[in-house]
């Protein structure tokens, strides 16, 4: 049997589980359901069979708390702190992008691509300017090429079955 882990707790047990009561975050509440525990006296292993959450990884968090507090663990969880890079395009540039692409102007997103860096001067990847399409929620849909010989009232007749064979 190993020996018992030493932890200076800041925080006390009823603030803990008020903390961990109240995130909604489901990284951050996990991390302070498994100090709650530990912090009750609880063995690791105990706590690993009550959260589902690893031994090693448990040990890390300890290792996180002793340096650098309850805020040092809580800050190393995804998505914490800054919310990324700031897109290129202002929150204007992307409605004025939107609406291009919903009146069906590009047929790629090459042609996407193209268009802002012509129009705004901003240079996006094919991937790049793909994320900012997926994000906006937008999708190159232009309508399929039709025949120079078609004719409409014809295809309209035959979709509704106007011309069966007897």
Do not use: C
């Amino acid at each position: 049997m190993g020996r018992r882990f030493e932890v200076d707790w800041v925080e006390s047990v009823e603030d803990l589980k008020q903390l961990y009561r109240r995130e909604q975050n489901v990284q951050r509440r996990e991390r302070l359901q498994v100090l709650w525990h530990l912090h009750q006296g609880k063995r690791i292993q105990d706590v690993v069979a009550i959260t589902g959450t690893g031994y090693r990884v448990i040990q890390k968090w300890l290792a996180w708390y002793r340096d650098g507090g309850l805020s040092e663990v809580l800050a190393r969880t995804t998505g914490h702190g800054a919310t990324g890079q700031m897109p290129y395009l202002s929150a204007m540039q992307q409605r004025a992008l939107a609406a291009r692409v919903q009146l069906g102007d590009f047929r790629t997103v090459w042609d996407v691509v193209e268009w802002v860096e012509a129009r705004w001067g901003i240079r996006y990847s094919y991937e790049g300017m793909r994320s900012v399409m997926k994000r906006n929620r937008l999708s190159l849909q232009v309508p399929r090429p039709q025949s120079q010989k078609a004719n409409p009232t014809a295809q309209q007749a035959w979709k509704k079955g106007g011309y069966r064979s007897s």
